[in-house]
T-cell receptor, first 111, second 114 residues
Framework: EDKVVQSPLSLVVHEGDTVTLNCSYE??????LLWYKQEKKAPTFLFML????IEKKSGRLSSILDKKELSSILNITATQTGDSAIYLC???????????FGTGTRLTIIP | NAGVTQTPKFQVLKTGQSMTLQCAQD?????MYWYRQDPGMGLRLIYY???????DKGEVPNGYNVSRLNKREFSLRLESAAPSQTSVYFC?????????????FGPGTRLTVT
């Protein structure tokens, strides 16, 4: 059974700080790892990492996949109050159309 | 494009009542999914459909049924609601297997069963 563990469960930082969120996984025949941001409603897609694309960056957000350590990190630099959200990590294996989600990290940015 | 839409946004049911949650997507996606989200439990897959006419069980299918009415629509039915089904329900879709694996989510339905 696939498994995703995220840490920390919650994090409170001041605006302008840099944060690192962690995701470790167990999956049969790893295909991809995805990061989502969830504010008040639906999760919105951030990044997808695969064996052929282990680093992604978009503005102040970046993510790296470590296939050896079976983990990924999501970095957010110069945080803003709009970054406050739950960040979800999910994995998919080959031969399995389903995503397995972690329970998320709740990030709170204090002005 | 509206993306993924869900109805209703909120619903309160009494134990034993039935209801159907509706989901539609206008992105011509092949796969559609139903999740429930509970505090501290993350998103758990109830059912999914890889193509029109096919459905498969996810992690927590008991107490639910689904119908993939056509490529656009995927409904979730609770035949006899129980308080344990109080949750937020999300529908999602993706291009998989013909395209990307990322799933796009609807706004959710908050269901309370008393």
């Amino acid at each position: 059974e696939d498994k995703v563990v995220q840490s920390p469960l919650s994090l409170v930082v001041h605006e302008g700080d840099t944060v690192t969120l962690n995701c470790s996984y167990e999956v049969t025949n790893f295909r991809s790892l995805l990061w989502y941001k969830q504010e008040k409603k639906a999760p919105t897609f951030l990044f997808m990492l695969t064996s052929s694309g282990i680093e992604k960056k978009s503005g102040r957000l970046s993510s790296i996949l470590d296939k050896k350590e079976l983990s990924s990190i999501l970095n957010i630099t110069a945080t803003q109050t709009g970054d406050s959200a739950i960040y979800l990590c999910a994995v998919m294996g080959f031969g399995n159309e389903k995503l397995t989600f972690g329970t998320g990290t709740r990030l709170t940015i204090i002005p | 494009n509206a993306g993924v839409t869900q109805t209703p946004k909120f619903q309160v049911l009494k134990t034993g009542q039935s209801m159907t949650l509706q989901c539609a997507q206008d992105m011509n996606h092949n796969s559609m999914y139903w999740y429930r989200q509970d505090p501290g439990m993350g998103l758990r897959l109830i059912y999914y459909s890889a193509s029109e006419g096919t459905t498969d069980k996810g992690e927590v299918p008991n107490g639910y049924n689904v119908s993939r009415l056509n490529k656009r629509e995927f409904s979730l039915r609770l035949e006899s609601a129980a308080p344990s089904q109080t949750s937020v329900y999300f529908c999602a879709s993706s291009e998989f297997p013909q395209g990307g694996y990322e799933q796009y989510f609807g706004p959710g339905t908050r269901l309370t069963v008393t």
